[in-house]
Structure formats: C-alpha cells, structure tokens
C-alpha cells in the first residue's frame, strides 16, 4: 500500500508535470475547426458524400478560420462518387494549400488517377500482327539476299528484309517501352541490342546457338573484354513460308523481356515463374487460355502450392505448359494488386535474395506475419479461378448467342 | 457463524501483537523491548536477543503501549458486525504502519459488506458498473471500454480511479497511455496531444526507461501536431496487404481520415516507420559497400541502421524485424569469412606437422600456435551464436552451422593439447 501511495504520488507529479511537458514538446495545438472537420470525415466515412462536401465546404468557406486541408476531403468525396473531374479540381485546390510532401504527392497522385479516369475507355491496343493487311504480310514474307539495316533509339535491326527491319525497330521500341515503363514500373534501360531476324528456323538454329530446339526466338547477354554484347535473334517465316506474325506479337517482346530481367538482376538469379511470369505479359496481347488453364489446374485436384511453383527451376518444371500458365497468373495477380512503386520494390527485394512472401512483405512495409505465405496465395487462387470463371462465362454467353 | 470466522482471524492478528517498553539505564543508554523485572535485576528481550542489567544501573522503566497493543485494544472495544467502525479501525491501523493488520480488515469488512466503497478503495480496488476489480482486470475492463467506444465513462470516472490506485510506474504508464489513447478516439486531439507528450516525458525517465513506448508516443505528438484537425491523409490502403489480399477485414481508403481512428493512427505511424526503415536501408547499402575494405566504418554504418529499424519496430512492431535481421547475417557472413581464413591458416599449420620433421621446440610452438588459431575461431564462432540467437527461426542455419562447428573446435582443441601436454 506504501508502494501504491508512492506510485500515485510519481502518477500525480507526471499529471502535474503537464505544462513542462508540454514546454518541452512545444504547446498542444488547437485546431477551431477541428469539430467540423472530423464531422464532414464521418460523413466521407459513411458514404455519404454530398454531406461531406457540403460539411468541408463550409470549413473552407469559414470566414473566421477558414481550414482548406479540408479540400482533401471535398476531393475525396467527389472522387468516390465518381465526379472525377470536379475531384481533380479539388485535389489542386488541396496541393495548393498542402506543406506536408507526403501529402503533396498524394495530391498529385490523385490528380493524375482522377485525369486518367475522367478520359473515355481507351481503345484495347492491337498487337503489331492483326494491324497488318495480306499485301503487307505478303511482303514481310520476301527474303532478299541482302541484310538490311535498321536503327533506333536502342536497338539495331538485322533482316534481310528492309521493311521488315524498319517495322522491327518500330515494334521494338514500342514493347521496350511497355516493359520498363509500366511492367517493370519505370525501370531505365539505356543500351543497346542488336536484333537479327534470320529468314527461317534452320538459319535461326545455325546462328542462334543457345536457343532451344522448339524456339522460335531467343537472347543473349554476354560480355568479354568490358565489351557486353545484348543481343535478340528471331525467325522471319514459319514452316510454311509465311511471315510469323507470332514473331512481332508474342516471341519480340518475349525475349526482350528476359534480356531486359537479365540486366536488371545481373548475375543474381531471377526466380523462373517470375523471368517467365513477366516475359508473358509482356508479349502484346494476352493469351486467354493460360488465364483459363492456370484457373482450372488451381480449382482442380492437380494444383500445385504456389511454394513449389516459386521455387521451381527449368530442370525440375513438371507439365510446362500449366506451369507456365501458373506463373503467368500469378505475376498477372501480384502485379495488379501492387502499385507500381510496390512492384519495383519487390522486384529489388527479390533481386537480393528474398523468398517471395519476404520481398512482397517489405514491399508493402509490414510486419512480418507466419501466415502470410498461405494468405498470398489463398488470393492468388482466388483470383485466378475467378479470372478464369469469368472468362468461361463470357465464352458460355457467345455460344448462347450464336 | 460470521463471528466466529472474525475470531480466528483476528487471532491470526493479535499473534503478532508483542509489548514495547523503554529501559532507561543510569549511562544514558535506552533499549526498546519487553521488560521483565527480577528479584536484582532487569531483563529486556529485543528482536536481536535479551539482555540483563543490575537494578542498579537502571535509572527507570516506561512500559508502554505498542501500537499493536493499542489496536488489540481498540480492537476489542469495536464491535466486529459493524463495518464502519472496523473501517475507522483499519484506517487508524494504517496511519500506524499496521498494514497487515489493516488489510485483514478490509478483508474482514467486505465479508460483511461486499460493496463497502472504502475497504474496496483502501484495498486498491476500481469500481467499474457494479464490480469492483482488482488493478489488473479493471485496466482490461477499461480497455474493453475503449474497443466498445465507452469513452464518457473511462475519462469521468474509470480512468482517474485507475490513475490513482496504479500500483507500479510501469502500470501507470499504462494508464496513461490508455487515457491518451481515449482522449484521441474521442476526438479531444489538443488533449490527447499533450498527455502523449507527457507520457513520452514519463516512459523516458522511467526506470528502466521504456524506450519503445516514449518513441512511439513522441512520434504521436508529432503526428498530432502536424494535423491539428485531426485529419490524416493516408497516401496508401491501410492495412498495406488489404489491396493485395482482398482481404474482408476493415480497411481504410487512401484519402483524407480521422486519426481517432486506431486503424488511420496505426497507418500514420506505419509512414513514419517507413522513413525510418529506408533511411536504416541506406546505411546499410553504405556498410555493404564498405564491409570488405573499412569493416569498422561498416560496423558503424550498422549501428546507425539498427537505430533507425529499432525506431521504427517502436512505431510499429517488427515492422523492421527482416531488416535487423538481415544485418545480423551479414555480420554473421562477415565473422564465417575471418573464421574460414582462420581455419585455412591452421589446416596449413596442421599440414606441417606431418610432414616436417621438427625439433621439440618447434613442434611445441607449432601446437600452441594452433590453439591461438582454435580459440580465435572459437570466439567468432560465439559471436556468431550470440547473433544468431536474437533470431533463431529466421537463422536457424546459422546457428546450427555454428554450434556444430564450435563442438567440432572444442573436440579439436582438447586433442592438441593433449598433445601438447605429452610433449612436454
């Protein structure tokens, strides 16, 4: 009981001590309208989104302490009831008045996504194949004796076709762009490649030494005497003397993607689902029958943990094709769900050896949790049997209609 | 029946009731104790022994009343079936310092009257509703309050009594913490301000100091006072996996939110953690890149980044738990690198003894020239153990490697001093 007397006696000291603690501290700061702030934050809380602008309005509007942090919540509301344009409007308001640098580029964030959605749907892009008529896929078909070259920002095209060069070049930039700039979230890649395309699969294999039996495409990286050589090799016509438009669609982007992860995470190694995972999606159009395979392996018996497909090798790869529609799901999911500042993170934290529970945990910045491994990839499955459903259903409607 | 339970406890607190009388010797010398006269002389027992003088040397004797003495006897002029005056009684009790006595009062009183305001408070018991609680189950009471949004009654009423009756300084930071917490979940921001200023004040110069609780509520001061309105603007969902996870879980928007919401404060102070893990992760691109040349500066480096994830563990704990603990590896590959240079060295050392044909001298320096090697692995070996134990599922190699290895040395060292032993 002395004891207790004693502690209540330091309780009431540290009580008393208020104004020194504060003096140290600096004084508490008052906000007036602080009330009605957290009024119209309710209201954005609940929903109810016309009370909250009107609420934060009339703190803006204050003529004796007018508060326009409170912009941020007009903005918010308009955005959620999808009145994009006024948002945006409000969320400059907010950047105006903002001192806080997280705020700021919170604010300017804001302003871009509300811009973006304010835009009409834009047009699916069409993959470098389809835009091609038969005169023009006629004459990509021509082999010349001579090798025609073609040059461009990053690359040097090699073909013995000099439309073909030219289009390759064009092609090349534009899949480079779409895989540092929104795959890999910004990434830079300031070098050069050269780009053969041989006439056909038999010159392809003589010059392309290192490409598997069945590509159709490939690359290398290599480097001697501080020289580095990138380098792409693709085939010009398939089996029956046409132009593989599979070339300019899926194998281009396909291989640069690797080059591109290869200079990236330099000599250490880059998980197989995920070269592959990323390779995929970078090729110009989305193959739906992997989204629909990877949908029903992970709803079926036969579904592999995602442990196994993370940590998969090329050497020990059962059921390739379901192995790399797992991989592509995956990474589909995994990208989606972060915001491309996360996904570069992760992409780092993966490069210096994390195991990828750790790398997304660190990229989200979180503690550390036991579970997260299965509750990663409970979404995962989740997601890729939802994808895959809804893609049946939409091929379920077009029968019915027909 | 009622009075015979008192019987047997009040004579459990007579037992105690001993006599304290003054002897005053002719020399000036006093000695406190029970006094028995004799036929020439005088004895007093102390707690330490008894001692006996001649009539002679005794100037005089003050018998007189202990307090306990006096409590027997007031304790039998009060009637025992009337609670208040057993109060009056325990209260007297307790100004003498007869806090045993005391408290078997309360006791005594609360089988009488179970509701008995007084004997509940002296006793150190809160009141919350109709139960009076001991400190421990009243703070998670009132913690129960705060999740159910009881906030009238934990600032009237529940958090003052807690206040008072905190037993040790760290359950008062508690309390305090708790009423900071109240303060801004009900949307008292200046209020909550100040007492998570003074709570870091207090945490800070508690002894021992708690480190994480002042730096986690300093941090909150600065929160508060960078948005007075009490409206945070969350760059992010929160939580950071919600998005990702889809989870069902409640979950804030980015947006404009109330910081009396614990979700929107817990996302303020997960940005914060933040800064601190990636300026942490600087210094420890730094100490890379340092480690093979200048280990000390790396070892310097370290530190700082130790600091910065250890702050933002306060924030948010083992929030920075990865990153501690990825330093702790590469300290641990650092020493396993001395350590294998170490072990080439000796195997060299080991190779000479078979070959070489050695004088005495020589093979005897050579032996103790491979025990220095062992016990200097031996060492990094420890460290390396120390290390790793901080974690011990996450370096759980580490650590197996280590101890194997150190069972291994010490097998080692026992045999080559055997040898050098028979050398001699």
Same mark, same amino acid.
């Given at each position: 009981?002395a004891?207790?007397k004693y502690y209540?006696?330091?309780?009431a000291?540290?009580?008393g001590a208020a104004?020194v603690?504060?003096a140290?501290f600096?004084?508490?700061?008052f906000c007036?309208t602080?009330g009605?702030?957290?009024q119209a934050l309710?209201?954005?809380?609940d929903?109810?989104y016309? +009370?909250? !602008?009107?609420?934060?309005l009339?703190?803006i %509007?204050?003529t004796?302490?007018p &508060?326009?942090? $409170?912009w *941020?919540?007009?903005?918010a509301?308009r955005?959620?009831s999808k009145?994009?344009?006024?948002a945006a409007?409000?969320?400059?308001?907010?950047?105006?008045?903002a001192d806080?640098p997280?705020a700021?580029q919170f604010?300017i964030?804001?302003?871009?996504?509300?811009?973006t +959605?304010a !835009?009409?749907?834009?047009?699916?892009?069409? %993959?470098?194949?389809?835009?091609l &008529?038969a005169t $023009?896929? *006629?004459?990509?078909?021509?082999v010349?004796?001579r090798?025609?070259?073609?040059?461009?920002?990053?690359?040097v095209?090699r073909?013995?076709?000099?439309?073909?060069a030219?289009?390759?070049?064009?092609?090349?930039e534009?899949?480079l762009d779409?895989?540092?700039?929104?795959?890999l979230?910004?990434?830079?890649y300031?070098?050069?490649?050269t780009?053969s395309v041989w006439?056909?699969t038999?010159t392809f294999?003589?010059?392309?030494?290192?490409a598997p039996?069945w590509?159709?495409?490939g690359f290398?990286?290599?480097s001697?005497?501080?020289?580095?050589?990138?380098?792409?090799?693709?085939?010009?016509?398939d089996a029956?003397?046409?132009f593989?438009?599979?070339?300019?669609?899926?194998v281009l982007?396909?291989e640069m993607?690797?080059l591109?992860?290869?200079?990236?995470f330099?000599?250490?190694?880059?998980?197989?689902?995920l070269?592959e995972?990323?390779?995929?999606m970078?090729e110009?159009q989305?193959d739906n029958?992997?989204?629909?395979l990877a949908?029903?392996?992970?709803?079926g018996k036969?579904?592999r943990?995602?442990?196994?497909?993370?940590l998969?090798q090329?050497?020990?790869?059962?059921?390739p094709i379901v192995f790399?529609?797992e991989?592509y799901s995956?990474?589909?999911?995994l990208?989606?769900?972060?915001?491309?500042?996360q996904f570069?993170d992760?992409?780092?934290?993966?490069?210096?050896?994390?195991h990828?529970?750790?790398?997304?945990?660190?990229?989200l910045?979180?503690p550390?949790a036991?579970?997260?491994s299965a509750?990663?990839a409970?979404?995962?499955e989740?997601?890729?049997?939802a994808?895959?459903q809804y893609?049946e259903?939409?091929?379920a409607?077009k029968?019915t209609?027909? | 029946?009622v009075?015979?339970?008192?019987s047997g406890?009040l004579i459990?607190v007579l037992?105690?009731?001993?006599?304290?009388d003054?002897?005053?010797?002719?020399?000036?010398?006093?000695?406190v104790?029970?006094?028995?006269v004799e036929a020439d002389?005088?004895?007093?027992?102390?707690?330490y022994?008894t001692?006996?003088?001649p009539k002679i040397?005794v100037e005089?004797?003050e018998?007189m009343?202990?307090p306990?003495?006096e409590f027997?006897k007031?304790l039998?002029?009060t009637a025992?079936d009337d609670?208040n005056a057993l109060y009056?009684l325990a209260?007297?009790a307790?100004?003498?310092?007869l806090?045993?006595?005391?408290?078997?009062?309360y006791?005594?009183?609360l089988?009488?009257?179970?509701d008995?305001?007084?004997a509940h408070?002296?006793l150190?018991?809160?009141?919350?509703g109709?139960?009076?609680?001991?400190f421990?189950?009243?703070l998670?009471q009132a913690?129960?309050?705060?999740?159910?949004?009881?906030?009238?009654v934990?600032?009237?009423e529940?958090l003052?009594?807690?206040r008072?009756a905190?037993?040790t300084?760290q359950?008062?930071?508690?309390?305090m913490?708790?009423l900071a917490?109240?303060?801004l979940?009900s949307?008292q921001?200046?209020?909550?301000?100040?007492?998570?200023?003074?709570l870091a004040?207090?945490a800070?110069?508690?002894?021992?100091p708690?480190?994480d609780?002042a730096?986690?509520?300093a941090i909150?001061?600065?929160?508060l006072?960078a948005n007075p309105?009490?409206?945070?603007?969350?760059?992010?969902a929160?939580p950071p996996?919600?998005?990702l996870?889809?989870s069902t879980?409640?979950?804030i928007m980015?947006g404009?939110?109330?910081?009396a919401?614990?979700?929107?404060l817990e996302?303020?102070?997960r940005?914060e953690a933040?800064?601190?893990?990636?300026?942490g992760?600087?210094?420890?691109d730094?100490?890379q890149?340092?480690?093979p040349?200048?280990?000390?500066s790396?070892n310097?480096?370290?530190?700082?980044?130790?600091?910065?994830?250890?702050r933002?563990d306060?924030?948010?704990p083992h929030i920075a738990?990865?990153?501690?603990?990825?330093?702790?590896?590469?300290?641990?590959?650092?020493?396993?690198?001395d350590?294998?240079?170490?072990?080439?060295?000796?195997d060299?050392q080991?190779?000479?003894?078979g070959?070489k044909d050695m004088a005495p001298?020589?093979?005897n320096?050579l032996?103790q020239?491979?025990?220095?090697?062992?016990?200097?692995t031996?060492d990094?070996?420890k460290?390396?153990?120390e290390?790793?134990?901080?974690?011990p599922?996450?370096?759980?190699?580490?650590l197996k490697?280590?101890?194997?290895?150190l069972?291994k040395?010490?097998?080692?060292?026992k045999?080559?001093?055997k040898?050098?032993d028979?050398?001699?």
């Amino acid at each position: 009981m002395a004891a207790s007397k004693y502690y209540i006696a330091v309780f009431a000291l540290v009580v008393g001590a208020a104004s020194v603690g504060a003096a140290i501290f600096g004084s508490p700061s008052f906000c007036p309208t602080a009330g009605q702030v957290q009024q119209a934050l309710q209201s954005l809380q609940d929903g109810q989104y016309a +009370q909250a !602008q009107r609420e934060a309005l009339a703190v803006i %509007s204050s003529t004796e302490e007018p &508060n326009p942090r $409170a912009w *941020a919540i007009v903005a918010a509301a308009r955005q959620r009831s999808k009145d994009y344009t006024a948002a945006a409007t409000a969320y400059r308001q907010f950047l105006s008045e903002a001192d806080c640098p997280d705020a700021r580029q919170f604010a300017i964030e804001q302003i871009q996504a509300c811009t973006t +959605q304010a !835009q009409p749907w834009p047009e699916p892009p069409t %993959s470098p194949g389809k835009r091609l &008529n038969a005169t $023009a896929l *006629a004459d990509l078909a021509k082999v010349s004796d001579r090798t025609y070259a073609e040059s461009s920002e990053h690359f040097v095209v090699r073909a013995n076709n000099p439309r073909l060069a030219k289009l390759v070049a064009v092609e090349a930039e534009v899949a480079l762009d779409r895989i540092c700039r929104v795959i890999l979230a910004g990434q830079d890649y300031p070098h050069s490649v050269t780009i053969s395309v041989w006439p056909d699969t038999k010159t392809f294999h003589a010059n392309a030494t290192d490409a598997p039996e069945w590509a159709g495409g490939g690359f290398s990286y290599s480097s001697a005497n501080s020289l580095v050589t990138r380098r792409i090799d693709l085939t010009q016509r398939d089996a029956k003397g046409k132009f593989a438009t599979v070339m300019l669609d899926r194998v281009l982007p396909h291989e640069m993607c690797h080059l591109v992860l290869k200079e990236l995470f330099g000599d250490t190694h880059c998980p197989l689902f995920l070269n592959e995972g990323l390779a995929m999606m970078a090729e110009s159009q989305v193959d739906n029958s992997r989204i629909r395979l990877a949908g029903r392996t992970v709803a079926g018996k036969a579904r592999r943990r995602l442990e196994t497909i993370c940590l998969a090798q090329q050497y020990n790869v059962e059921e390739p094709i379901v192995f790399y529609a797992e991989s592509y799901s995956f990474v589909e999911f995994l990208h989606g769900r972060l915001s491309g500042q996360q996904f570069r993170d992760f992409l780092a934290n993966v490069r210096q050896g994390c195991h990828v529970a750790d790398a997304v945990q660190r990229s989200l910045y979180m503690p550390a949790a036991d579970s997260f491994s299965a509750d990663l990839a409970n979404a995962w499955e989740d997601h890729a049997i939802a994808q895959s459903q809804y893609l049946e259903a939409l091929a379920a409607d077009k029968t019915t209609a027909q | 029946m009622v009075r015979a339970a008192f019987s047997g406890c009040l004579i459990a607190v007579l037992a105690s009731v001993a006599a304290a009388d003054k002897l005053v010797l002719t020399d000036g010398r006093v000695f406190v104790g029970t006094v028995s006269v004799e036929a020439d002389t005088v004895e007093i027992s102390l707690p330490y022994g008894t001692l006996r003088f001649p009539k002679i040397d005794v100037e005089r004797i003050e018998f007189m009343d202990t307090p306990e003495q006096e409590f027997r006897k007031k304790l039998a002029d009060t009637a025992l079936d009337d609670p208040n005056a057993l109060y009056d009684l325990a209260q007297w009790a307790g100004k003498k310092s007869l806090s045993r006595q005391a408290g078997d009062l309360y006791g005594l009183i609360l089988k009488l009257s179970a509701d008995h305001a007084g004997a509940h408070k002296a006793l150190g018991h809160i009141r919350i509703g109709k139960l009076w609680l001991g400190f421990d189950a009243a703070l998670e009471q009132a913690r129960g309050k705060l999740e159910a949004g009881s906030y009238a009654v934990l600032l009237e009423e529940i958090l003052p009594a807690l206040r008072a009756a905190a037993p040790t300084r760290q359950q008062a930071l508690q309390v305090m913490y708790l009423l900071a917490d109240t303060q801004l979940r009900s949307r008292q921001f200046n209020h909550a301000e100040a007492t998570f200023g003074e709570l870091a004040e207090a945490a800070r110069k508690a002894e021992p100091p708690a480190t994480d609780l002042a730096t986690r509520s300093a941090i909150i001061v600065e929160i508060l006072h960078a948005n007075p309105d009490g409206m945070y603007v969350l760059r992010d969902a929160y939580p950071p996996a919600a998005p990702l996870l889809s989870s069902t879980k409640a979950h804030i928007m980015p947006g404009p939110a109330s910081l009396a919401m614990p979700l929107v404060l817990e996302a303020a102070l997960r940005d914060e953690a933040k800064k601190e893990i990636e300026a942490g992760r600087k210094f420890l691109d730094e100490a890379q890149k340092l480690a093979p040349t200048d280990p000390d500066s790396a070892n310097i480096k370290y530190a700082l980044a130790d600091q910065c994830f250890q702050r933002a563990d306060a924030m948010i704990p083992h929030i920075a738990r990865a990153h501690r603990v990825d330093i702790a590896r590469r300290k641990i590959a650092a020493m396993r690198k001395d350590a294998d240079a170490g072990a080439r060295d000796f195997d060299e050392q080991m190779d000479k003894l078979g070959v070489k044909d050695m004088a005495p001298q020589a093979y005897n320096t050579l032996l103790q020239r491979m025990i220095h090697h062992l016990d200097s692995t031996r060492d990094d070996l420890k460290r390396i153990i120390e290390l790793a134990q901080a974690y011990p599922k996450e370096l759980v190699l580490e650590l197996k490697w280590a101890e194997l290895d150190l069972t291994k040395i010490e097998t080692m060292r026992k045999d080559i001093v055997k040898a050098l032993d028979g050398s001699k």
